[in-house]
């Protein structure tokens, strides 16, 4: 390795007209080392690692994932490479992202910068934050359209928070994800705080809607509404918001099913109860923080709100719905119908577009694979498909049928002739020609005829 000032030297009698091999000698280093450094290809008072170090071989893949994805999160990279046997740390990570010039330049990215945010202060379970994520490019197997909906809460004391996967966003599904994020979070705080969802409350206005108001009191929580463009007020599930899309949305596979894709959220958000915090200028965690929440234990039943999903009935006369399938009388095949249950009851019903309820079925755990058949669906389908077996021989394809009598008449109706009357049959009467030959056998004469 050469110092700063025999780098100097090595150039300016390089510059002089000396030889690389008299600067060598000179130096007192060899002459590789003499060439490399006038070339440029190494830096004065940077020692050339001996060694390779444990990023290098996993380079190409750190490379690929980013110019793929310019943005993603160096933890999301981090996770992965230890997933493929990477032993470094963390800032060994980005410590090489920086040295090699791993992430490619995003100009949008330089000139836009955030604001200026206060920090708010919340005492250990005063506060729970929600939020809806709408997730872009779900998995086709999902059948959700465009986006996938996903409730995040968040306790704004300690920082801890959970995600529920959702078909909608509508009043039902915001009830069940609130429940079930509330039941994973360990309890409830005393308020709840909403942006301006149109399911909470009025957008204009922000009083709570008289539906949720009655959900309100059933968890017995005061629920706060963000002033309008103010979306920093819950910057804590913001945040959480932000960590959920890029370590773990970023990267859930194509063919994942909803199942996977919640469990590996729920993975996602347990590791990161252990991320690291200060208070009081004591290090801590934010499980540890999370424990002194002191939550209130939810209801033991969620509140009653009443789904009206629709769904097709296959040709087996089966329903689906969320991973099971429940039977419904024959004869119902491609048909449109309500399947209706109410949060925490053991029972759904399956209603046609008439109103008429054709099946009552307890319901099975959501993606169990069952299949939940009445004995009654299963032996009038059985009935229906035998009844509808033939032992007929099949038609062949080189029989001579011309077309009908009847299929003919139609033929002459639409050639606009009539298919009965005078004119359906022309009738040829002899007689009228035999008549007329005899009187043209005898020639007329001018003679009278003898009275």
Known sequence: MLSLEEDVQAHALRQQGWSISAIARHLGVDRKTVRAYLSGEREPGRRRRTQATVIEPFLNYCRTRLADDPHLWASTLFDE?????????????????RTHQLRPHCEPCQVS???DVAIIAHPPGEETQFDWVELPNPPAGWGVGRHAHLLVGALAYSGRWRGVLADAEDFPHLIEALDTVVRKLGGTTHDWRFDRMATVCSPSTGRLTAAFAQAAKHYGVRSVVCPPRRGNRKGVVEKANHSAAQRW??????????????????????????????????PTTVAALAAEEALRAPPLVAFPAEFDVTRTVTPQALVSLR????????????????????????????????????????????????????????????KAALGAFSTDRPGTHKTRRPPSAAALAEAARLRGLPATGPAAHVVIDLSAYAATAARLDRAPTNEPQEG
């Open 249 to 282: 949305w970023r990267t859930v596979a194509d063919n994942a099913t909803v199942v996977e894709a919640q469990a590996g959220l729920d993975r996602l958000a347990v590791k990161l109860d252990d991320r690291r915090r200060v208070r009081d200028g004591e």
């Open 81 to 97: 490479l230890v997933d493929l046997g990477f032993s470094g740390s963390y800032p060994s990570l980005t410590a090489a992202i």
């Open 113 to 115: 910068r955030g604001r």
């Open 323 to 382: 991973g099971n399938y429940y039977s419904v009388p024959p004869g119902l095949g491609g048909a449109s119908v309500q399947v209706r249950h109410r949060l925490g009851a053991d029972t759904l019903r399956i209603v046609t577009a008439g109103g008429a309820t054709v099946a009552v079925h307890h319901r099975a755990p959501d993606g169990a694979g069952r299949m939940i058949r009445d004995d009654g669906h299963v032996a009038a389908l059985e």
